[in-house]
């Protein structure tokens, strides 16, 4: 539960003083990759390190990490849709990211018995990898006078 109060904290510093400057200087798609491939390398950290130490450095890291993209994400996906439809988007996104908090334990507790006690770990690199490589795949919509278009990804212009 320590791990859980040390990621919390790292979330909050995180959304207060490191994403909206580096969202702003970088741009947000570029950030949320980032950080989302900052979650996956941090959590191999208790795979190789299998130790107390490194599993509270791995937590706090990836709960500043997953914050910052979370963050990224929810602001990407509400300037990509219509105002109109926004509601629905962001509610959709949010039930998507609350049954990951509910599944998430349940495949962790499962992957953590039925694999090897580092099964949780590579399932949640696995995920941000998959998530990130996707988000790339995707171009988003033009339109943001703060963005640009790189590849999958936006930048500042």
Request: hydrophobic share 50%; aromatic share 10%.
């Amino acid at each position: 539960s320590i791990g859980y109060l040390a990621a919390g904290l790292a979330g909050f510093f995180t959304q207060l003083w490191l994403t909206d400057r580096a969202s702003r200087r970088y741009g947000l798609a570029s950030v949320a990759v980032m950080a989302t491939m900052a979650v996956a390398v941090v959590l191999v950290l208790p795979v190789v390190w299998p130790s107390s130490w490194a599993l509270l450095l791995a937590m706090t890291l990836a709960g500043g990490g997953a914050s910052t993209a979370n963050s990224c994400y929810s602001s990407i996906f509400s300037k990509a849709t219509a105002p109109t439809e926004q509601g629905a988007v962001m509610g959709l996104c949010h039930t998507g990211t609350n049954a990951a908090w509910i599944i998430g334990p349940m495949m962790g507790g499962f992957a953590y018995s039925a694999i090897a006690p580092s099964g949780p770990f590579l399932i949640g690199v696995a995920a941000a990898l998959c998530g990130a490589v996707l988000f790339m795949l995707f171009p988003l919509p033009n339109g943001d006078t703060k963005t640009a278009t790189v590849g999958g990804m936006r930048r500042n212009a």
